[in-house]
């Protein structure tokens, strides 16, 4: 297996005339949990939607896998790749229990050959690792924010994503959900897994992150260790500046 789950080369994305990506170059490893901070506008979205392949870059590549360009590929192969994506919005459905909801994310494509019993397995499975077992038969609309939030995430869970791209989590969290959130991340950490998280609350990012890359107005301000962040001249300037 390639060691090196996403390359980023050269990447320019424009809206109209605002270039908010600019000749980026990320690389993230099977294994690590790497997250992606940044003022507000820096680009942090912009470089998820390009690589689950919503957004279609000016010019530049996205290899999965080293070999795979997911620039040349479409939402749905990207997604059936095993290339997974969690929203910023929660966005479950409200009318549906919750093993509904975490069976509709398991991936049609990947488990249409397996027999209903390992189909079920799998959402228990499932359930149990986002802490939603004994809510499985609850609606969906009748969850918190938070369990919410966990519950998404069980739906990209379904399928053993290969790439698994969170976009704040931890978004309007209490303290105790965050916690939750960040043991739930690490628990998911695996050498066959790239876990890419982008986020602003930087206590959680230090307790879930293995590296972290800096986005400032579209490009790479830094990139390392959480601790070398926070101690960053450019990186205080642009952002922890306080
Ligand atoms: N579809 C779009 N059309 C025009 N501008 C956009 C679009 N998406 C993002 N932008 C702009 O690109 C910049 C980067 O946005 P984004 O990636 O969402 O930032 P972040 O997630 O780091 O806060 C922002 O200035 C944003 O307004
Ligand atoms: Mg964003």
Redesign the pocket.
Known sequence: MASVAILVQSLDVR??T?Q?ISQLAVAIDYGEVRAII??????????L?VISGI?RPQSGQVFFDETVDLTQRSRSEIARAGVRRKFQKPSVFDALTVRENIDAGVEPGFWSQRPKSEIKARVDEVLEMVGLKDDAGRLAGELAHGQKQWLEIGMVLGSNPKVLMLDEPVAGLTDEETERTAKLVRSLRSPQRAIIV?EHDMDFVDRIADRVTV?HE?RTLFEGSMANARTDERVMEVYLGR
């Open positions: 809206f109209g605002f908010a940044g003022p507000n506008g820096a680009g942090k979205t912009t470089l939607d957004t982008v986005l579209g």
